[in-house]
């Protein structure tokens, strides 16, 4: 169930010196933009957009989180997602971003691919790197701020100018918001 808090709560929460960060932040949504390492169009072929639509997709089917809104272009993704009972935020994105990580890396290996040189970071922990670190996180605590963020989601592939509408881009949840389409099984409407 999707959780927002009003400005009396909120004013109530800050006279308490609690932060946005300490009220339930798992039972908010949230707003996330992950990144390709040094914003390289690693995500322009489909097979790759394909990994985070599967993984996302396993993430919801085994109720680990619900995910209201996406967009993945060829060089980064947003999501709005919100963590479902226990599940910590942090652990299941690291999971997530590891595992769709390592995937596009093995399929790179296995084809031998010259972009895995454009990947090669060599530190300490990994010799090749997929996701820029430290992803941007924004908590959403209100109605507005949720709707504002969705229809920036929607809106990337007309900004990026790949398409008139954006119920036509394909890696969206647009078209589920507009038509009512259910492609992507793992999507839940904020409305309920």
Request: charge should be positive; include cysteine; glycine fraction near 4%.
């Amino acid at each position: 169930m999707l959780v927002f808090f009003t400005n009396k709560q909120l004013g109530l929460a800050k006279n308490l010196g609690l932060s946005l960060k300490d009220m339930h932040i798992k039972e908010h949504a949230e707003f996330i933009t992950v990144t390709c390492l040094e914003r390289k169009h690693i995500l322009n072929e489909d097979r790759f957009k394909d990994i985070i639509i599967d993984s996302l997709s396993f993430l919801g089917r085994t109720k680990r989180v619900c995910i209201y809104g996406f967009v993945i272009m060829s060089n980064h993704f947003h999501l709005i997602w919100q963590m479902v009972d226990d599940h910590i935020r942090e652990e299941v994105q690291r999971d997530f971003l590891k595992y769709t990580g390592q995937q596009i890396l093995k399929q790179l290996r296995n084809e031998k691919s010259e972009m895995l040189k454009e990947l090669l970071v060599q530190t300490k922990d990994r010799k090749y790197q997929v996701w820029n670190r430290n992803s941007l996180g924004i908590p959403l605590w209100s109605p507005s701020v949720f709707n504002q963020k969705l229809e920036y989601i929607h809106n990337n592939p007309i900004k990026a100018r790949l398409y008139k509408y954006p119920e036509d881009y394909k890696y969206s949840s647009a078209d589920f918001y507009d038509k009512n389409e259910k492609d992507w099984g793992f999507l839940v409407h904020h409305e309920g």
